[in-house]
């Protein structure tokens, strides 16, 4: 797999506004994706997931965007606060098989 | 609310030493897996477990690595002889029937060898 190494892609944002992070996945036959949210020092809390007979999905705060046709996969959230500074990174899956998870994006909020 | 726990938070061990990482997945939970995250990269898949034996493993997961369910809380991971390379998190996690299923992880074990 890709070696990301040290550097993660970072996402700063001003507390107040919308964040939008971004996914590709690689596998077209993935028929479910889950976003997660890893905190510092903390295990992989998950967010929101979504399979791949739907485009979107919202739940609090949160709206995840699947584009199967370019393999990409958003992540929104609404009205991004302090808390929600993180490393954020999307997992796909098929079938019964076990999840690939893709490299993280820094989420830097700004009070 | 249930969560997956683990234990040490932090080992620290030589080169060649044998080393046990423990995790009580969430009890009615019956799916377990171990991932392993090495610093500032992708969280890897090892092993998954169900009904008292292997799911399936991935290629990182060889001879030096087995997992065992001990009894009836406990999920353990044991490495037999550690590699500078297998300095990492290891995380460990539940899902209540399929891979399918939400995993829940627990907050990892830091592995050091030296």
């Known amino acids: 797999g890709e070696n990301v190494g040290l550097h993660l892609p970072t996402l700063s944002v001003q507390e107040g506004d919308n964040s939008i992070i971004n996914c590709a996945y690689s596998n077209s036959a993935s028929d479910y994706f889950i976003w997660y949210k890893q905190e510092s020092g903390k295990g992989p809390q998950f967010i929101i997931d979504i399979r791949s007979n739907m485009d979107k999905r919202q739940g609090q705060r949160v709206t995840v965007l699947l584009n199967k046709t370019v393999k990409h996969l958003s992540l929104q959230i609404a009205a991004t606060q302090p808390g929600d500074s993180a490393v954020y990174f999307c997992a796909e899956g098929r079938g019964n098989t076990p999840l690939v998870f893709g490299k993280g994006t820094r989420l830097s909020v700004i009070a | 609310e249930p969560e997956v726990t683990q234990t040490p938070s932090h080992q620290v061990t030589q080169m060649g030493q044998e080393v046990i990482l423990r995790c009580v997945p969430i009890s009615n939970h019956l799916y377990f897996y171990w991932y392993r995250q090495i610093l500032g990269q992708k969280v890897e898949f090892l092993v998954s477990f169900y009904n008292n034996e292997i799911s399936e493993k991935s290629e990182i997961f060889d001879d030096q690595f087995s997992v065992e369910r001990p009894d009836g809380s406990n999920f353990t991971l044991k490495i037999r002889s550690t590699k500078l390379e297998d300095s990492a998190m290891y995380f460990c996690?539940?899902?209540?029937?399929?891979?399918?299923?939400?995993?829940?992880f627990g907050p990892g074990t830091r592995l050091t060898v030296l």
């Open positions: 996690a539940s899902s209540i029937w399929t891979q399918r299923d939400t995993q829940y």
